[in-house]
C-alpha cells in the first residue's frame, strides 16, 4: 500500500492543529538526539559561566529632564495611547509633575515593574 493512500485528508480545524502539535511534538522530541549530544550539552551548560546583565552603555543610562523636555517639546500631538493619558496633559505638567513623570520612568526602567505607589 503507497504512504499516499493511507493519508486521510483533514478538513476540520481541530484536527489539523491536533496532527501539526504531534508533529511538532515528535520532531522536537528528546528522542531524535542520541546520548553523545545530551552528554555535550551537559558539559556546555556547566562551563557556561553567567554574564551580568548590567550594561552601562549610553542607552541604559537614566533620562534626563533634558531628553524628557525634548520628547515634549517635539512630539506631535496625537492620541492617547492604550494608558489612554493625553499628550497635551503631559506637556503642560507643572514643573514638579514633570519632575514626577521623569522618576516614574527612569524607575520602571530601572526596576523592569510598576511601582506600587
Known amino acids: 500500500m503507497s504512504p499516499l493512500s493511507r493519508v486521510t485528508l483533514q478538513t476540520v480545524d ?5 496532527i501539526l502539535a504531534d508533529n511538532f511534538q ?12 545530551f552528554v555535550d550539552k551537559k558539559s556546555r551548560e556547566e562551563s557556561f ?7 552601562t552603555g549610553p542607552l541604559n543610562l537614566p533620562i534626563t ?4 523636555m525634548y520628547a515634549l517639546d517635539n512630539c506631535k ?10 499628550f497635551i496633559l503631559l506637556q503642560r ?3 514638579q ?10 524607575d520602571l526602567f530601572q526596576s523592569g515593574s510598576f511601582s506600587a505607589t
Do not use: R
Open 14 to 18: 481541530s484536527a489539523i492543529a491536533e
Open 26 to 37: 515528535n520532531s522536537l522530541s528528546f528522542f531524535n538526539y542520541s546520548l553523545e549530544f
Open 49 to 55: 559561566t553567567d554574564v551580568p546583565l548590567v550594561d
Open 65 to 68: 529632564m533634558e531628553e524628557l
Open 77 to 86: 500631538n496625537s492620541a492617547p495611547g492604550p494608558d489612554e493619558v493625553p
Open 93 to 95: 505638567l507643572p514643573p
Open 97 to 106: 509633575g514633570k519632575t514626577y513623570l521623569l522618576q516614574t520612568y527612569n
